[in-house]
C-alpha cells in the first residue's frame, strides 16, 4: 500500500505579540501542535482558516509563515472570518489564487496524489465568480473529491454557530454540488467542535480548534475544554481514513 499521509490545522487564532486570547497562549498552542504534526510522516500541512485571533493582522501571517517554512513541509492555506484573504495572498505569495474582483483566495492544487478543491468563505459567503468556477473547475476535474473550507458548507447542529456564525448560502452550495455524480469530501473548521455531517453527496469533516472548543449544546459562546488539536488524514488511491488528535501533553 500507498498511504500518503496529510493533516489539517484549523481556528489557531493567533494573537499580537504578548497577547493573550481569553488567557490562552495561542502562540504557543500553534507551535506545540506544529511540533507534534512534525513527529508524523506528514506530507503536507493544510491551515483550514482563522489564522488571525480577531482581526486580520499582517505581521500574524508573518509569524506563522515562518514557523510552517520552518518545517520544510508543504503547506496550503485559505481565509477565514477572521482572515484577510489579500493579506494573505502577499505574505505567502499565492497571487496567481488570488481574485482581486471579489478580494478571494481559491484555487485547486495537487497535494500527495490527490487534487483538491481550496475554497475561500472567509465572508460567510462565496462570490458569483468563485461558484462558476467552483461549477467549471468540477465539470473539467473529473478526480476532485476533496474540498477545503473554512466554514462548514452546512448547518452542524451547534445552536451558537448556526444561529450566529454559519456559512450563508447553504442551500446554494448543496444545489451546486448536486448534478455531480461522485461523493465529496468537505474538510472545513470554524466551528471550534469536531462533528461529521454526511448530506447528499456530501460528507463534511470539521476540525476542531488550536485555541478552544465550544459547546456543542449551547446558543452562547460556552467554552467546553482547551485542549488543542489536529486532523490526520490517510489517502491512497480508493481509500480514505481521518481521525482528530488532541494533545493532552507537550
Not at 33 to 39: F, G, L
Request: charge should be negative; charged fraction near 20%.
Amino acid at each position: 500500500m500507498n498511504t500518503r499521509q496529510i493533516c489539517i490545522v484549523s481556528d489557531i487564532h493567533v494573537t499580537a505579540p504578548g497577547q493573550l486570547a481569553m488567557e490562552i497562549d495561542t502562540r504557543k498552542n500553534f507551535e506545540d501542535i506544529i511540533n507534534r504534526v512534525k513527529s508524523d510522516p506528514i506530507e503536507h500541512i493544510i491551515i483550514c482558516g482563522d489564522l488571525c485571533y480577531q482581526e486580520p493582522r499582517e505581521d500574524v501571517y508573518i509569524w506563522v509563515k515562518g514557523i510552517l517554512d520552518s518545517t520544510g513541509i508543504p503547506y496550503s492555506l485559505i481565509a477565514g472570518n477572521h482572515d484577510d484573504s489579500k493579506w494573505m495572498t502577499t505574505v505567502f505569495g499565492l497571487e496567481k489564487d488570488y481574485h482581486s474582483v471579489s478580494n478571494e483566495l481559491y484555487y485547486i492544487k495537487e497535494v500527495s496524489g490527490k487534487t483538491i478543491m481550496f475554497l475561500d468563505s472567509g465572508k460567510g459567503f462565496m462570490s458569483n465568480e468563485q461558484y462558476h468556477w467552483m461549477i467549471n473547475s468540477l465539470e473539467e476535474h473529473p478526480d476532485i473529491h476533496i474540498i477545503c473550507m473554512h466554514h462548514p458548507p452546512v448547518f452542524g447542529g451547534i445552536p451558537h454557530m448556526d444561529t450566529k456564525y454559519s456559512f450563508t448560502q447553504s442551500d446554494r452550495f448543496v444545489q451546486a454540488l448536486a448534478p455531480f455524480d461522485r461523493l465529496f469530501t468537505v474538510f472545513c473548521g470554524h466551528y471550534h467542535v469536531e462533528k461529521t455531517i454526511r448530506y447528499r453527496n456530501l460528507e463534511v469533516f470539521i476540525t476542531p480548534s488550536c485555541f478552544v472548543q465550544i459547546d456543542y449544546r449551547n446558543e452562547e459562546f460556552i467554552p467546553d475544554h482547551t485542549l488543542i488539536s489536529f486532523r490526520n488524514i490517510w489517502m491512497e488511491e480508493k481509500y480514505l481514513a481521518t481521525s482528530v488528535h488532541y494533545i493532552t501533553e507537550v
